[in-house]
């Protein structure tokens, strides 16, 4: 029975790992969950899961759990806060793996003690192998830590990847449904209701927009470049509005795999649990004889500039993607507050970009310090 650790756990990806748990309930149980302030819903999954741990953002959360949790006579619980309670987790003997599924980059030095304990981390939050993807790759190098991501397209890639020959590989290429707007060609005055419109996914409002914007498929490819140890010029995206292929591999010779599965989060979590082992799943099984047609469409860079501030700020390299990032979810958090219109996200990111300068083989002090100072930077334009 292995012990699984959810960071992130009233979100989606989190919702849906409770769901795949329950249905693997003889192969994994559940011993920690953490949350921000949604308190209620926390409630509400400790009386199913029954953790040894919760974890909550502050004090104030964990004293509002803690009442309800006394009154419906939880049991015994370990109520932790903040990214102290965060670390304790992530290194106790009990957790066998690590479902990282926090939003932001908030759970870096957590997740960080959790490769150094050698768990398995099955990896959600794209942000935090985008601003500190190469050292999170080289400490699971240095201490044999398992990431295997839950991302549908990286998920894809890496069942297509297994067991394969790095330098065999010619391209990798991940798909995007292309959000509510890869077919418009007036891009503005786009409203909020307008962008949070996924036509496949359902997701929270920050990923929606990057959707949008394609931002977040900039942040795919800078984490398949960092997971997979692949040049940018070798990633390419496509977009794919029916969602049933989510990543293909071309090799040197010519030849291509793909990875096809509906649309659904919960294969890519039962994935990163289970691997190498494949069992029965709560996905439906892909009938193609009902797909009419798969399309596939290269993405306009004029129309779509975050996915090509994406492509720069990896071939920069350095404490590039981590500005990238920090000024992305700047400009989001502003668009989503009505303070902002749509096209001013990636004008954002690209001054940004433009006014810090660039470390090369950064610390994790200095991109702390970037990430700090990128968000800063981007509320000072706004």
Request: charged fraction near 25%.
């Amino acid at each position: 029975m292995k012990k699984v650790a959810i960071f992130g756990s009233t979100g989606s990806v989190g919702r849906a790992t409770i769901e795949v748990i329950r249905h693997l309930k003889s192969e994994f149980m559940i011993s920690a969950i953490a949350a921000g302030t949604n308190y209620q819903r926390l409630v509400k999954q400790v009386i199913e899961t029954k953790p040894k741990f919760v974890i909550t953002s502050d004090e104030k959360t964990k004293e509002k759990l803690y009442k309800l949790l006394t009154k419906v006579n939880a049991g015994k619980i370990t109520i932790l806060t903040g990214e102290q309670g965060l670390s304790q987790v992530a290194i106790d003997d009990e957790i066998d793996i690590l479902v990282m599924a926090m939003s932001g980059t908030k759970g870096i030095i957590p997740l960080i003690k959790a490769i150094e304990e050698k768990k398995r981390i099955a990896l959600s939050t794209k942000e935090l192998l985008v601003s500190f993807g190469s050292i999170i790759m080289q400490k699971a190098n240095q201490y044999g830590a398992e990431i295997i991501p839950i991302d549908s397209e990286l998920a894809g890639l890496h069942q297509c990847l297994s067991g394969r020959n790095p330098d065999e590989v010619k391209k990798l290429i991940i798909t995007a449904s292309g959000g509510p707007f890869f077919k418009r060609k007036n891009m503005s005055n786009i409203s909020i209701s307008e962008a949070l419109k996924h036509p496949v996914w359902k997701m929270g409002k920050k990923i929606t927009v990057d959707s949008a914007t394609l931002a977040n498929k900039g942040l795919e490819v800078i984490e398949t470049s960092r997971l997979f140890s692949i040049p940018p010029e070798k990633i390419e995206v496509l977009i794919h509005p029916q969602s049933i292929i989510h990543a293909l591999v071309e090799f040197n010779d010519n030849s291509t795999l793909a990875q096809l599965s509906l649309p659904d989060m919960r294969l890519c979590i039962q994935y990163a649990l289970t691997f190498p082992k494949r069992v029965k799943s709560l996905v439906q099984s892909l009938d193609l004889s009902e797909q009419k047609k798969l399309e596939f469409y290269s993405p306009h860079q004029n129309r779509f500039p975050a996915l090509k501030l994406a492509y720069q700020a990896l071939k920069t390299d350095g404490t590039a993607p981590c500005i990238f990032n920090a000024a992305n979810e700047v400009a989001v958090g502003y668009f989503l507050a009505g303070k902002i219109g749509f096209n001013m996200i990636p004008k954002i990111i690209d001054r940004t970009l433009k006014a810090l300068p660039i470390i090369n083989n950064p610390t994790l002090l200095d991109l702390l310090k970037y990430e700090e100072r990128a968000l800063k930077y981007a509320e000072r334009i706004i």
